[in-house]
């Protein structure tokens, strides 16, 4: 079975960084487009980045547009999510997922994605 499993979360002050780490289970993500999803208490699922095959064309919801970045590694089968400048409002759980479909086709629409990990908690308090 094809799964994602996400890791990197934790606990950190306002105005401090986490990286988030997605790494697949039983394939290669190389000929995937990943994007990260999060989902905050009492919200809906909302995707905040997404990377192409290419590893170079990326895009971010504005609310982290200055603040996290999205890469990948082919050689470490991995994406990544650095997370700088964190605020209480980026509390959540996050997701990452996989498709084949394609960069604009997904972008950040969480019902265009067919593979997902179980999440990884990230919480932002004093």
């Known amino acids: 079975q094809l799964q994602l499993v996400e890791s990197g979360g934790g606990l950190v002050q306002p105005g401090g960084s986490l990286r988030l780490s997605c790494t697949p289970t039983?394939?290669?993500?190389?000929?995937?487009?990943v994007a990260w999803f999060r989902q905050a208490p009492g919200n809906e699922r909302e995707g905040i980045s997404c990377?192409?095959?290419?590893?170079?064309?990326?895009a971010y919801e504005d609310s982290v547009n200055d603040r996290f970045t999205i890469s990948r590694s082919s050689a470490a089968n991995t994406v990544y999510l650095e997370m700088r400048r964190l605020e209480s409002e980026d509390t959540g759980v996050y997701f990452c997922?996989?498709?084949?479909?394609?960069?604009?086709?997904?972008?950040?629409?969480?019902?265009?994605?067919?593979?997902w990990g179980k999440g990884t908690r990230v919480t932002v308090s004093s």
């Open positions: 997922a996989a498709t084949r479909r394609g960069f604009l086709e997904a972008f950040l629409a969480a019902d265009k994605y067919d593979i």
């Open positions: 039983g394939f290669f993500l190389d000929e995937y487009v």
């Open positions: 990377i192409n095959t290419d590893e170079r064309t990326v």
